[in-house]
């Protein structure tokens, strides 16, 4: 696949909106590593993930633009002339929507829809691969979810992002700009968030184990899926050049479901020691838990051939050792 990929980007204008972020930053690297002319818009907003320290190495074989999505003046500059649009901005804390839902719609609903209207206007023939989540879906009806599950969001996010997906399927049904949505599951990996749970609560476990410190686990009944960096921006790729991709909603479904309880010995396993406690689960994130959750990535491994290669144990392991090494810049 890596050779059809080089034969698909070689030489390919790429923009990757939150570029400077975990998964943006990694989607980089590999296109990067592709052939692809590369351009990333990141705010660098320290609430919202950006961190120059996640394109160390590309920084010289990347443009990066200090830009904010909501900056709807800003957006036909980076958007003309580009092949593909990866457009992975957006405010990822369920917690921070319900207490600032406003700075929520702007950069999740309205911000989405002045890139897709920047699109029409100035690059109709873009290739747009959107990132969403999980999150659309509510509390499950029946595990595991698929496409077809009733879309119930419980918080501010959920909403906002479903909204910024429908924009995208809607641009594409009416004006032919060719746009996908992957709905993300806990993506993890090197450069995932850290300093607080904004992006998931396995980094702040992972930042306790590496300073030596207990970490929490709330609840601990709730099971999870979790998918590695990598095999996200493999999906990412290939939702891209597949034609089959065009206009479809597709989960990134992780290749191994776990409880959070045995995910904490796993980590402590994994890491070679350390410990946790169990509370019970805050009251203002209680009203917002969506319970247990794993996704079934059945429709993007039949149609696009995408599934997930990498263990639960060598993510934590290879995240761990990451960590070790760059916590410092990550604080």
């Keep these: 696949m890596a050779g059809s990929f080089a034969k698909k980007f070689a030489g390919r204008r790429v923009l990757i909106t939150g570029g400077a972020g975990f998964i943006g930053a990694r989607l980089a690297r590999r296109l990067v590593g592709l052939g692809a002319e590369v351009t990333l818009v990141d705010s660098l907003i320290p609430e919202y993930g950006g961190n120059l320290r996640n394109l160390a190495g590309i920084e010289r074989k990347v443009r990066l633009n200090i830009s904010d999505v909501r900056d709807a003046h800003s957006l036909p500059c980076f958007i003309q002339g580009q092949h593909v649009l990866f457009n992975l901005a957006g405010q990822t804390s369920h917690l921070d929507s319900m207490n600032d839902p406003q700075t929520d719609l702007e950069i999740n609903t309205r911000a989405q829809l002045s890139i897709l209207e920047a699109c029409r206007r100035h690059n109709p023939r873009i290739r747009i691969v959107f990132a969403s989540t999980r999150q659309i879906y509510g509390r499950p009806r029946y595990l595991p979810v698929d496409e077809k599950h009733p879309l119930q969001p419980v918080d501010v996010n959920g909403i906002n992002k479903l909204a910024g997906e429908s924009y995208h399927l809607l641009y594409h049904e009416v004006h032919g700009i060719r746009s996908c949505v992957l709905r993300l599951t806990n993506t993890i990996g090197p450069g995932m968030r850290v300093k607080d749970a904004r992006q998931t609560f396995l980094g702040v476990w ?77 009251t203002e994130r209680r009203k917002i838990d969506i319970g247990d959750f794993y996704a079934d990535g059945g429709l993007i491994e039949r149609t696009l051939g995408w599934r997930p290669r990498t263990r639960l144990r060598p993510a934590l392991a290879r995240t761990l050792a990451y960590y070790r090494r760059e916590l410092r810049h990550y604080l």
């Design 206 to 282: 992972l930042r306790c184990l590496v300073e030596g410190r207990p970490f929490e686990v709330w609840g601990g009944r709730q099971i999870r899926d979790f998918t590695y960096v990598d095999d996200a921006v493999e999906a990412f790729l290939l939702a891209a050049v597949s034609p089959a991709a065009a206009g479809r909603v597709f989960n990134l479904g992780g290749c191994e479901r776990i409880g959070l309880r045995e995910l904490a010995d796993l980590l402590v396993e994994v890491n070679g020691g350390g410990r946790y406690v169990t509370r019970s689960y805050p």
